[in-house]
């Protein structure tokens, strides 16, 4: 684990060791988790203020549970806080210092209640990212795994704990400007006029693609501007013919994604590469960013005052296996804020063109890619009709 996850883990059990009640629903991938993350499941699974849940544990003796992936991220704090975005828990998430490697470059929202504590509190979004939580929490497929512990296992819960909690003062004491309590969330958050969140079916089979009707629906109502931002596309035809058809009713229809050179997925970079000549004649400009890292961030820009923020990416396995969610976000201050930000990534990226490949920008030099990706990225888009729909 790095550091990120560490202080992360440290602050959980922290704000346990306090009296806080924490419940953590993680993805069953990490149910083979390496040692020191188990002693850390170890330390959450002891703790008396902690529940600690694994959606769809991998079997490896039931095939049927490989597939069926939770990939939402967020936090829910009391009836005030809600976090919520594309952020895994690692080190190239959050741009940690020291950390020598590519950064994924990624995005969330901070949703604040102004009623929490009053008895108009439950009219939050808040409210309905807690009740979708409840219903995961719920089912037979999420399941306890560390419930009864062993002597041994239980001592190495408690050296753990006390050695992320150690972990988390320390970074407290190094950084006390990013936990101080005189933050005031009314001066770092602006007003909206409405939240909504949608949200995939939480099964662990294949899925009614739920979340991508509803986004179909919300940019097929737009008047005169969608812009995506998606790592990843990679679609069937029937998603092909949505976009297109969003794209000839709009003056303005964007795709922001990574190029080439700065995706770390080669497969679904390859299926994208595959699609591309099509997506040209889709979108008015196709955004790669050439930085330094890559994008990792999944929004969407309507019009001039909505907004969506969340886990899903545009592709097979968002749409149609892995549980995702999004805020839509009814706003223009919010609205004009997330396209600033979008707008930086674009001001790194060059327009790629079918005929003529990237267009000229002396300021934006095309960035290198690594041979073997080169290599690689042909075969594998000749092949990826055969893979696409796993990613």
């Known amino acids: 684990m790095g550091d990120s996850t560490q202080v992360f883990f440290g602050a959980l059990l922290d704000a346990a060791n306090r009296g806080v009640k924490v419940r953590f629903l993680i993805d069953g991938v990490a149910h083979h988790l390496t ?3 188990k002693t850390t499941a170890y330390a959450l699974a002891q703790n008396p203020n902690v529940e600690l849940k694994f ?12 597939n069926g992936r939770l990939h939402d991220k967020y936090i829910i704090v009391d009836d005030k806080f809600v976090l919520l975005g594309g952020r895994n828990i690692g080190d190239k998430y959050f741009e940690t210092e020291g950390y020598d490697k590519s950064f994924s470059l990624d995005r969330d929202v901070l949703v604040y209640n102004t009623a929490a504590g009053t008895s108009h509190s439950a009219q939050s979004v808040i409210q309905q990212v807690n009740q979708y939580f409840e219903e995961i929490w719920g089912l037979n497929t999420s399941k306890h795994k560390y419930r009864r ?3 041994a296992q239980a001592a190495a819960g408690l050296t753990q704990t006390e050695r992320l909690v150690e ?3 320390s970074f ?3 950084k006390p400007y990013l936990v101080s309590e005189q933050i005031n969330p009314d001066k770092v958050t602006v007003p909206t006029a409405k939240i909504s969140f949608i949200h995939n079916p939480s099964h662990t089979q294949k899925k009614e693609p739920l979340l991508w009707y509803q986004l179909s629906e919300l940019m097929r109502n737009a008047n005169h501007k969608v812009i995506i931002q998606s790592p990843y596309t990679v679609l069937n ?3 092909e013919n949505t976009l297109r058809q969003v794209g000839e009713n709009l003056d303005q229809f964007s795709l922001l994604t990574n190029s080439q050179a700065s995706s770390p997925n080669v497969l679904a970079y390859s299926s994208y590469l595959a699609l591309r000549p099509n997506l040209t004649a889709t979108f008015d400009e ?7 890292h890559s994008l990792h961030g999944k929004s969407y820009l309507i019009d001039d005052d909505l907004s969506l923020v969340g886990s899903y990416n545009l592709d ?3 749409t149609y296996i892995n549980t995702e969610v999004m805020l839509v976000i009814h706003g223009q201050q919010f609205h004009d804020r997330l396209e600033d930000h979008m707008s930086a990534y674009q001001n790194a990226s060059l327009i790629y063109d079918k005929q003529n490949g990237y267009s000229e920008n002396p300021q934006i030099p095309s960035r290198d890619i690594p041979l073997f990706k080169k290599w690689i990225s042909y075969p594998l888009m000749k092949l990826s009709w055969l893979y696409k729909f796993l990613l």
């Open 35 to 37: 040692r020191q993350a």
């Open 55 to 66: 959606y769809n544990p991998i079997h490896l003796l039931k095939p049927w549970t490989f």
């Open 149 to 151: 512990l062993s002597p």
């Open 167 to 169: 972990k988390y003062q």
């Open 172 to 174: 407290v004491d190094k």
């Open 237 to 239: 035809r029937s998603m």
């Open 286 to 292: 196709i955004y790669e960013y050439q930085g330094e």
């Open 316 to 318: 097979l396995r968002s």
